[in-house]
């Protein structure tokens, strides 16, 4: 914990410095069986000193995280954005909302990755792991929609071959129910905000 807290410290020397965006690595998803994870990256008391750190450095926290106490912890420490967000609740929605953030999901780059587990290009990830990845990542926009919890368009992409391609989660947006407008707005307006960048908009 000791040496946790000291690279919190390290990040508030980072967030002065560049005073932009820092991100906090919540827990290792993809690796773990069943919906919520075993071990977590980070633990409460150092979401609460990251996100002190970046506040200082004027920074925002971006949080990648697939659900559990992390979404609520990042939600009690001020963070800006929850990435990913897949099994988050309708209740951690609403708060989340309250507190003025924005969730960035990543559809699209699950969708490669089951096809990566299925051609064998992938180990150490279970296929029906995945599959109920996609399938509840899809179908969760509603609670989170309706919670007003504003989203932004996110892509997680990691290949040579993957990346540039970022407009296809547009279309996975409204595959999961988003209009066309709502999800052009995910692209645009929402993701300038969420950096503080209005003419990106």
Known sequence: MRKRLECAGRRRTRARQRGHVDQVGGDDGGRYSGRFPSRLNIHRAEFAAAVDAAHEGDARVMVHTWGG????WA???????????IY????QATRAHDAGMTLVPTLTIYRYVREMVVA???????LARIADVVAVHEESRSPRQEAGLPLAVGSDFST???HGKNLVEIGSLMRAGLTSAEALLAATRNGATLLNDPDGA
């Not at 001020?78 to 990435?83: D, L, P």
């Open 120 to 126: 064998g290009k992938l180990g150490g990830v279970p």
């Open 88 to 91: 988050m609740t309708s209740s």
């Open 160 to 162: 040579p071959e993957q």
């Open 69 to 72: 106490d992390s979404i609520d």
């Open 75 to 85: 939600i009690e420490a001020g963070a800006t954005s929850i990435e990913h967000g």
